[in-house]
């Protein structure tokens, strides 16, 4: 089901950064944990970060911790991705997710909505 819009990706060197943007509806935004996955080329969906509902708890997958960082705005009903000193290997087509599960869902790869995609690509 497709009911998130996501935007922001495009072409940046390594070591640069982007940030990506999704929105999404007051009544979604407000009761379900959010998050991120990635598809590169030849690989299955990737797990990237999600947040709770209420925003007080955030998870990362090991290769974009201390790089990446998830975030909520309950006013502007979006969630955004940070993305700091990205790598080759961060090439992938980024969607964003919802669940009415909660946040642990989204870490088993369960989620109720999600987005068409960006698509983010790092040059060496």
């Known amino acids: 089901q497709v009911q998130l819009v996501e935007s922001g990706g495009g072409l940046v060197q390594a070591g640069g950064s982007l940030r990506l943007s999704c929105a999404t509806s007051?009544?979604?935004?407000?009761?379900?944990?959010m998050g991120w996955f990635r598809r590169a080329p030849r690989n299955e969906r990737e797990f990237v970060a999600a947040?709770?509902?209420?925003?007080?708890?955030?998870y990362y997958a090991d290769s974009v911790k201390g790089r990446f960082t998830i975030s909520r705005d309950n006013y502007k009903n979006t969630v955004s991705l940070q993305m700091n000193s990205l790598k080759p290997e961060d090439t992938a087509e980024y969607y964003c997710?919802?669940?009415?599960?909660?946040?642990?869902?989204?870490?088993?790869?369960?989620?109720?909505?999600w987005g068409q995609g960006t698509q983010v690509t790092v040059s060496s």
């Open positions: 997710v919802a669940s009415a599960s909660g946040a642990d869902a989204l870490l088993n790869n369960e989620y109720d909505q």
């Open positions: 007051r009544r979604t935004f407000s009761s379900d944990a």
């Open positions: 947040i709770s509902w209420s925003g007080d708890y955030t």
